[in-house]
């Protein structure tokens, strides 16, 4: 079972940056550039959304609430995705979840905007 790590969550205030990371342990390359990448996020109480997607050939899709400020991308040779999240807002807090291959998830990393 692959197992996928999520960092760099955190507290900022709105407007500013952060990046989130989701490393694909135990994946091989091979198979990592085959998949489709996925971050989704979960606000407390509501369901999970998706939020940015990047298909295997690398076409970017992305939530109108965070299109222009978000950007997802991902390194294959150190098998990891990412999202850039600038000019945060309070209504992107969340729990994040990254997801590789419609298969493996990360666990999980909070991000808390304060106005």
């Known amino acids: 079972q692959a197992r996928v790590v999520e960092s760099g969550g955190g507290l900022v205030q709105a407007g500013e940056s952060l990046r989130l990371s989701c490393k694909g342990r135990?994946?091989?390359?091979?198979?990592?550039?085959?998949?489709?990448m996925d971050w989704y996020r979960q606000a407390p109480g509501n369901q999970r959304e998706l939020v940015a997607s990047m298909a295997p050939g690398g076409s970017t899709t992305y939530v109108h609430s965070v299109e222009g400020r978000f950007t997802i991308s991902k390194d294959n040779i150190k098998r990891t995705m990412y999202l850039q999240m600038n000019n945060l807002k309070p209504e992107d807090t969340g729990t994040y979840y990254c997801?590789?291959?419609?298969?493996?998830w990360g666990q999980g990393i909070q991000v808390t905007v304060s106005s």
């Open positions: 135990t994946i091989i390359l091979s198979v990592f550039n085959g998949y489709n």
């Open positions: 997801n590789m291959g419609q298969q493996y």
